[in-house]
């Protein structure tokens, strides 16, 4: 009896602990986008702020899109892929300049 409790309680352990790193390791493994399904996912990302709110979103500029670039994946901001249509100057693109239509 006391040998079938412990293999369940070693069982239980065992997988919580599974599940745990599973949910951990999980949350740092995400799309990995090619350049134009990156610019695509701005772009949609950029119309429906800027169409809801009147400004790009608030995390434009900063690096959160894994991209496959020559065959390395790097981490690239919306700003830094849509800087043919909005403008080179990342820090000055508008929903004016990037051509999404505001409320």
């Known amino acids: 009896m006391r040998v079938s409790i412990l293999i369940v309680v070693s069982a239980v352990v065992i997988l919580v602990i599974a599940l745990v790193l599973l949910t951990i390791f999980g949350t740092l493994i995400g ?3 090619t350049v134009t ?5 701005c772009a949609q990302i950029g ?7 009147g400004n790009l979103p608030a995390n434009w500029a900063v690096p959160s ?3 496959s670039e020559g065959g ?3 981490v690239r901001s919306c700003a830094y892929l ?3 249509t909005c403008g080179e100057n990342l820090g000055q693109q508008t929903c004016f300049t990037c051509q999404y239509t505001t409320p």
């Open 31 to 33: 799309n990995v986008y």
């Open 72 to 74: 390395q994946t790097v």
């Open 37 to 41: 399904g990156a610019q695509s996912q």
């Open 65 to 67: 899109l894994r991209v």
């Open 82 to 84: 849509m800087r043919s």
């Open 47 to 53: 119309r429906s702020t800027c169409s809801a709110t």
